[in-house]
């Protein structure tokens, strides 16, 4: 297929769609500066209703990855090393071997191991300008810039995150619009300051990588996709499922096939990502991937890809819970399997958070309010029952009406008939699809990993045409001219959270867009996520 676009993925961390675009479309977006991301929108396609699969990094992006819903998966569970189902693979797979040079840089967190079947180039240096003239790319970038961790700390840590936000485009506490689920104290106000000003400065990041596809000449061939994992690293945002957790900024600008301006206000999964990818590149959508394609091959719009957008929320860490999510165009349901466990339990990493210590300072002296005789004066309701004992068994929130989502519509008469269709939503996607959360996540381990160790792939051997295949499920075949050299040692073979380890060498997969050459010496071997790859075998 000749005139497929070369791809260009820019991702951030945690953030909603608080971008100058947005304004008017989510509530507190007019705060952002975000020139360039302003710019992509109005050259391209803003999507107003895109919604992650996980309301934390590792299960949304396995997602986004894998077009696949983590609670069908395995990978739901906040850090975890899956043993996908075989028939589920990376997007990447699919666009490499219909010819493309995918590249990563640099972070994964894909619930999994990844594969030398995954990219051609998953390093810090990873970039579209090293692939092979003729060849078409995927390019992902990814940045750590507005991540929850960026967030806090002192001044002068902060002033270094930030080099390329002028005085001008900073955020004074004094002036930030908090959501009424934040308390209104210098804490929050400092943090949603900083969040802004991060936005901000990921904004310029954005605005080079474009400068760079303009320079090189690539602008016009390019589907250029903008999103980002799931929401601010706040309490009631990021590991909650509302649409403070899980509304998404997605962007798409493809010259000649995105009207400049369009608005696309149907739901979308992020998840919809790899199966579009597929559909333009011309490669095939799998039937093992559970997202739709947004778009048709030639970029038209697909009308009405998902009545539902689907949510869980497994375990965090080290706090166990599951919650299921359903949104349409204006409602969200979500519903608890555990609702005498408290929304915002205590957690080792977020409770250092200087918001969430502040929420919890702030419950611990309205209780001393009350020891003394006096009336709770800190918190409002809806900032009470974050910190409260436990949750609802079910919530159900008209986003037109109460965007802030702060009056549970679940239980009022007047709404059972759209309690009971959300109710059969949910229902119907989880017998669709399954959920892995029903198995005890000690036995899910085991079944991954029945002698309690890593399996290692099937060494390949000759298959059909004697194209090596291994006999191991979901296995990938891949191969490399460059010789084996020694290897640092002390790296295990899921030690991926970001940088995968890697041997230096190059691995293409052996297919037909990129056989081994003939008449020269390679070296074969056979990898799958989860798995550690097969013993290299030398060939020619």
Sequence with gaps: MTGRPNIVWISTHDINPHLGCYAGVYPGAEQARTPNLDALADGGMRFDRAFAAAPICGPSRSAIMTGCFPTAIGTMHMRTKAVMPPQV???????????????NNWFTDFQTSTPPSAFDDCSPSAHWRNRPDGVPFFAAFHSLVTHESRLYGDDEQFEARIPHVGPEDRHHPDDVVLPPYHPDTPAFRTTWARYLDLITEMDHWVGGLLDELESDGLAGSTLVVFWSDHGAGMPRAKRWLHDSGLHEPLIM????????????????????????????????????????????????????????????????????????????????????????????????????????????????????????????????????????????????????????????????????????????????????????????????????????????????????????????????????????????????????????????????????????????????????????????????
């Design 89 to 103: 693979r990376f997007v990447t797979e699919y666009l490499r071997e219909a010819g493309y040079y995918a590249t």
């Design 253 to 540: 600008r493809w010259p000649g096939h995105l009207a400049p301006g369009a608005v696309h206000g149907d739901p979308v999964h992020l998840m919809d990502l790899a199966p579009t990818m597929l559909q333009v590149c011309g490669a095939g959508v799998p039937p093992s991937m559970h997202g739709v394609p947004l778009l048709g091959p030639d970029g038209s719009l697909v009308d009405r890809p998902n009545d539902y957008v689907f949510a869980g929320r497994d375990r965090m860490m080290e706090i166990e819970d599951h919650s299921r999510s359903a949104r349409d165009d204006r409602h969200r349901y979500v519903r608890h399997t555990h609702p005498g466990r408290p929304p915002m339990p205590h957690s080792e990493y977020p409770d250092a958070l200087g918001t969430w210590a502040e929420l919890r300072r702030l419950a611990r002296d309205e209780s001393a309010q009350r020891t003394q005789g006096e009336p709770r004066t800190l918190l409002t309701p809806a900032q009470r029952a974050l910190v409260g004992p436990e949750k609802p068994a079910e919530e159900l929130y008209d986003l037109d009406a109460d965007p802030h989502e702060l009056r549970n519509l679940a239980g009022l008469p007047e709404y059972e008939a759209i309690l009971a269709r959300f109710r059969a939503a949910v229902d119907g996607w989880l017998a669709r699809h399954g959920d892995a959360a029903g198995q005890d996540e000690d036995d899910l381990l085991a079944a991954w990993r029945p002698a309690g160790e890593w399996e290692v792939v099937a060494v390949p051997v000759p298959g059909p045409d004697r194209v090596p295949v291994s006999p191991t499920p979901g296995a990938c075949v891949v191969w490399t001219d460059e010789p084996p050299a020694p290897q640092a040692t002390g790296r295990g073979a899921g030690d991926d959270v970001g940088l995968p380890p890697q041997d230096g060498r190059h691995w293409r997969i052996h297919c037909a867009a990129t056989p081994p050459p003939t008449g020269r010496r390679v070296w074969v071997k056979a990898c799958r996520p989860g798995f550690v790859d097969s013993a290299e075998v030398a060939t020619g």
